[in-house]
């Protein structure tokens, strides 16, 4: 199978590929993402142990006397929300921040739950007994490619936010991918040029998408593509969400409480329309590829590739070539943050996130000719 940029490809990480040894060179595009997508919870039973998760890492893995079926083995996690970029909190040097080298970092993190353990169970459980389309378990249903006549490759363009691609003129070759993956700001309207117009996927968290809505609205990012929409498990508001989704009514607790989903995701709320990312999917990108320094200190909570990096690395594990742009590059600082602002803005670097770290995975995978990086110059 051709991989990125002609070269031969192979699974990256065979223990979660598993499902493609021995089968032909092109396994169907439910084997690809076997393990990655979370699927309905019917049959889960959870044991009499008051308190059955048992925090670990940054996410919450069973306790004692909890019972789940395979694929939600080490389900969920709901995390310290991503802290927020205030500049009164966490401008540099600024009162109430930590230096971690030159990452900033809050020195009280919020909360990471909005209910105790005990209660979050019934919410994974209602929300997901609702992922029970076929579409939830799988990223694709079909090779676009092959049922035109074409190639039978799956390829994928993942495209970030990163100011690299202002002036890019990079749309049409973005478009022109069988899949698009978008986060966070996926603005289009006014910069289809450099970003091209279509998406295939918008990957978020609760917490990344309200933070994207009323961060980025004065640029002009008001509602999110109308398009299939992945989860990232981050929180329990992740599950709220979803299930006030899959249940066509308001969220009842937590930050959200009382907002209607057609908010976010407008009028079609079919199941089929969401998807949600295993969280030990998750924790494997963070513990194989993303594995920080600032797990080894006190903020180990704090720490999470971000929402970009989990889109990559997912569309590297399902998609037979991968094109990433807007992400992060060695000369990062000749760009503003966003290919949206208005205004020149420098990236920043906070602890829930290591960029840095990213920055050389990218690299390393581009020179490894596993994926393609747009760069300038």
Known sequence: ???????????????LQGA??????????????????????????????????ATWGGVLSPGAGTTLPPLLVQHPPPLAAQPSRSPARLALGAPGAHRLG?????????????????????????????????????????????????????????????????GSRAGAAIDQHDYVFRTNGALTKGFERDVGRRTSFYVFSTNTMVNSLRNYASNGFHQL????????????????????ALTHRPVDSGPEEGARPERYFRGDLRAEKFKMFHPDFIRYVRNRFLRSRILDTPLWKLYRPSTGAVMLLAALHTCDEVSAYGFISPDYQAYSDHYFDRTRKALLFYCNHDLRLEMRLWQKLHQSRLITLYARG
């Open 102 to 166: 030159t990452l900033l970092c809050p020195t009280s993190p919020r909360p990471g739950l909005t209910a105790p353990p005990r209660f979050v169970v019934p919410v994974v459980r209602g929300a997901l007994a609702r992922l029970d389309a076929s579409a939830n378990g799988r990223m694709f249903e079909a090779r676009p490619g092959a049922a035109a006549g074409g190639s039978p490759c799956i390829r994928c363009a993942v495209v970030g936010n990163g100011g690299i691609l202002n």
């Open 20 to 53: 493609r040894r021995g089968q032909p060179e092109l396994p169907s595009v439910a084997a690809q993402t076997r393990g990655l997508l979370v699927v309905s919870s019917a049959g889960l039973e959870l044991g009499s142990h008051n308190d059955p998760w």
């Open 1 to 15: 199978m051709p991989g990125s940029r002609g070269s031969p490809r192979r699974p990256l990480i065979p223990q």
């Open 225 to 244: 593509p109308q398009t299939l929409y992945i989860f990232l498990p981050d929180h329990d508001r992740d599950y709220l969400l979803l299930r006030a």
